[in-house]
């Protein structure tokens, strides 16, 4: 088994992973993360994300939610996968799924069951819509998620049609939720000796940040068109938006009167500090349009570095509007060691994500591996099959 620092939180805890696609590897990436034992459990043909692999580029979102994992192949649809997965879970801290609620039950090996074996199990299970209620069984993707959970009503402009957020902030909300059960269980065993099942719902993990927007909806009486372009989700703050500059875009926001202020220093105008239209908050976005077109046209003369460097030294705050490239390659975050230049074994050189929790130093990544890889490790070393079990469960097509 791998070596984990000492200073590592989740030192010493081991997690059965059958996370798949975004929400689930997520969790369990922050967990290996902070030093957990993490073991990636993946049908012998491969978790949908890997498979996807055969499109140019997909494989990249699995290298960068599978680092710091081992890898195994497991068939738990037959009896002795499903008996391999138990001993796993006997012997586990944590056994993490983001199925479609009901699956694990339908094969025995839900949590009812799971905890039967090992009291102590923190079973986490990531869905949809939870494990409850009306909308339990309705197929759930990040996409029917952000539109039936409000993000797509709240996102684009007003006279034109709703539009998705650009990353799957569903996935990875309900992700880094599930991450925040799993940790407080395990404290809660600390004190009480048990395990417990908890479970997180994507839809639930982002309503509350729909608060902007909400308190639009909630001010106007439910009159307000939700769809604010680039401006604040509630019509709260102005000036807030997108603005021109000569090479691109910068986007700005100003959430008190001493950022007005530094504002109206950097752009030279201080003979509007006494405008009837801009004296308060209230009356900024009243006139929101014109604020814009004051902004702009400060902005639109001037490259993206002249307005960081300027509105900077204002305190002003700003950021220009980077593509992927830019931040791919920024240099703040691989100085943070959040961003890491790697050899992948699989896909060559690729710049992989750590965590954004942090316990000291960046961790280390390990690289995800071939489909299977630590099967002997794993089902050998760790459970004890023997080297004649391993070849007979391979031969019947379980690992």
């Given at each position: 088994m791998r070596a984990v620092a000492d200073n590592q939180p989740l030192k010493g805890v081991t997690v059965v992973d059958l996370g798949q696609i975004y929400n689930g590897p997520y969790a369990t990436l922050l967990m290996a993360m902070a030093g957990a034992h993490v073991i990636k459990v993946e049908p012998l043909n491969g978790e949908n994300m890997r498979r996807r692999g055969a499109v140019g580029g997909a494989m990249v979102p699995f290298a960068m939610l599978n680092s710091n994992k081992e890898f195994v192949s497991l068939n738990i649809k037959d009896p002795r996968g499903k008996a391999l997965l138990e001993k796993m879970a006997a012997k586990a801290d944590v056994l993490l799924e983001n199925f479609a609620p009901g699956v694990m039950n339908r094969l025995g090996l839900g949590p009812d069951r799971l905890?039967?074996?090992?009291?102590?199990?923190?079973y986490a299970a990531g869905s949809g819509f939870g494990w409850s209620g009306p909308y339990r069984d309705f197929p759930a993707m990040d996409l029917t998620v952000q539109a039936i959970g409000g993000i797509m009503s709240t996102t684009g402009y007003p006279d034109r049609p709703p539009v998705k957020a650009?990353?799957?902030?569903?996935?990875?909300?309900?992700?880094?939720?599930?991450y925040g059960a799993v940790v407080t269980a395990l404290f809660d065993r600390e004190r009480t000796g048990k395990g417990r099942f908890v479970e997180v719902s994507m839809?639930?993990?982002?309503?509350?940040?729909?608060?902007?927007?909400?308190?639009?909806y909630f001010g106007s009486g439910g009159k307000a068109p939700m769809?604010?372009?680039?401006?604040h989700s509630g019509m709260a703050e102005a000036p807030y938006n997108v603005y021109r500059a000569s090479d691109g875009w910068i986007a700005l926001i100003c959430v008190s009167e001493t950022h007005w202020r530094s504002l109206l220093e950097a752009m030279d105008r201080q003979d509007l500090a006494e405008d009837p239209r801009l004296l308060t908050l209230k009356s900024r976005v009243e006139n929101i349009d014109f604020v814009d077109e004051v902004v702009t046209g400060f902005t639109s003369g001037r490259t993206r570095a002249e307005l960081y460097e300027t509105l900077g030294k204002h305190r002003v705050p700003c950021a220009p509007v980077r593509d992927l490239d830019e931040v791919v390659h920024d240099p703040h975050l691989h100085a943070r060691g959040m961003l890491k230049d790697i050899e992948h074994p699989l896909l060559g050189p690729l710049v992989l994500p750590t965590s954004p929790m942090r316990y000291g130093d960046a961790p280390e990544i390990r690289p995800s591996k071939e489909l299977g890889a630590d099967n002997d490790a794993v089902f050998g070393e760790w459970l004890g099959e023997s080297a004649e079990e391993l070849e007979a469960l391979r031969a019947g097509g379980v690992i």
């Open positions: 905890m039967e074996i090992n009291p102590r199990l923190v650009g990353p799957a902030v569903c996935d990875f909300f309900g992700g880094v939720h599930l839809l639930e993990a982002v309503y509350a940040s729909l608060s902007s927007a909400l308190g639009l769809r604010t372009g680039n401006r």
